[in-house]
């Protein structure tokens, strides 16, 4: 009798530690089906933008790169059973490697479609090309293999997660030619932003409500999560969209986005600083440049703040 007791909570315990495999692997496999769809519209564009303006490309850019942190927080948040911990910790970087990619791509587009910068900004995107591809890599020889090999142990091969691969097959996209040729084709890039002038300005910047000087240190009192606020003024003659604002902190850079700003209205974004800072630090801040801009002088400051 107090054998088969034994089989028998043995046999539950196999069933619901098989219960927990499956059920991690369905949400894996869905989040994988979720990234190939982010995948196929971010390189559909590029490959054919039809008749997207500069503003709607960059906007479509920017929800990809939203869809993308989805996604990324998801898998942070999966529950990984058993012998699963190791492939799980595999998966955290593989998103975070194509998080921080497109980040960077949807931080740079708008100035790769202009004038001012456009080169550097281009090469910075297909530099990132690069990080996807190293994500791809570790996802197809290292993670997903694992992950099923622990299904397979566990008597779930029917289970097995699927195949991911952000950057499409080839090497195209993997030249900063290429990446050119694809946003040359977009309307109104490549030096024909809508007419009238285009231009944005740094307002101001505070944290946690005190305002920095570019002139003096500035004691900012830190409790939790400091954040930095950036007023940005648009002080062009167009509504300017997707506007990224960039936090550089002791060489660790954060970022934002502001949706929309009308011509002569001003937008705030709030950048949160993890980890917070200490002691004094240099903060340097930056508004991306947006298509047709020229002057940039005043889309960028340096502050010298002191964490308390």
Partial sequence: ???LIVLGVKGCLDARA????????GNVTQIVHETQQTSKRLFGKLSEPGELSVTD???EVEADRGAMDSYA?????LSAPGD???AQNGLELVYELRRDAMDEIAAKMSTALGDVGAKQATAKIAAQMQKLLASDVLYGQVVRPEINGVLADNGLEGDDVPESAFLPEGTKWLEESSVSAALGSVSGSSGTATPGLHGLGLISTSVNGAELSAEAPVGVVVEGTPEVEVEVQNQGE???NGI???????GQTVKGTIDSIAAGESETVAIPLTPAPSGEATLEVEVEAVPGEHVTENNEATYTVVFE
Wanted: positive net charge.
């Fill in 18 to 25: 098989r219960g927990a495999l499956s059920s991690y692997a």
């Fill in 57 to 59: 490309f960059v906007a």
């Fill in 84 to 86: 699963m911990k190791h």
């Fill in 238 to 240: 167009s509504t300017e």
């Fill in 73 to 77: 927080t998801r898998v942070e948040s």
């Fill in 244 to 250: 990224g604002v960039s936090v550089n902190v002791n």
């Fill in 1 to 3: 009798m107090l054998i």
